[in-house]
């Protein structure tokens, strides 16, 4: 009788072990899918971030032209103006030059 009882403790023992296993892999599987949602989630928000990082990128490849034209463009408007400013003052120059001579001969 005392091994029948034995048996049917140990027997008892198992099944509650089986049931905790049992419990333990629901709960696994159910972390799994958890898990893998949020993979997806982390995969389509990458695909996004990657995008906008395109996006950001040829803006600023854009931008850098842009930039430069106006770079260049005020380069050759400063050179331009100093020639001019270079021309008056020639002209200038003439102009006091020939001032002189016209007093020269007035004299």
């Keep these: 009788m005392k091994n029948l009882e034995e048996k049917e403790k140990k ?7 089986l049931k905790n296993l049992k419990l333990n892999f629901d709960e696994l599987s159910t972390n799994i899918s958890e898990i893998e949602n949020q ?7 990458k695909e996004e971030l990657q995008q906008k990082y395109v996006n950001l990128d040829n803006e600023h490849k854009n931008l850098k032209s842009k930039l430069e034209e106006i770079n260049l ?4 408007k400063f050179e ?5 400013n270079k021309k ?4 200038n120059q003439e102009t006091e030059s020939l001032i002189e001579e016209i007093d020269e001969w007035q004299t």
């Design 11 to 17: 027997l008892q023992s198992a099944l509650s072990k």
């Design 39 to 45: 993979k997806n989630q982390l995969k389509i928000e």
């Design 73 to 76: 463009d005020t380069i050759k």
């Design 80 to 84: 331009n103006q100093n020639k001019f």
């Design 88 to 91: 008056v003052d020639e002209l």
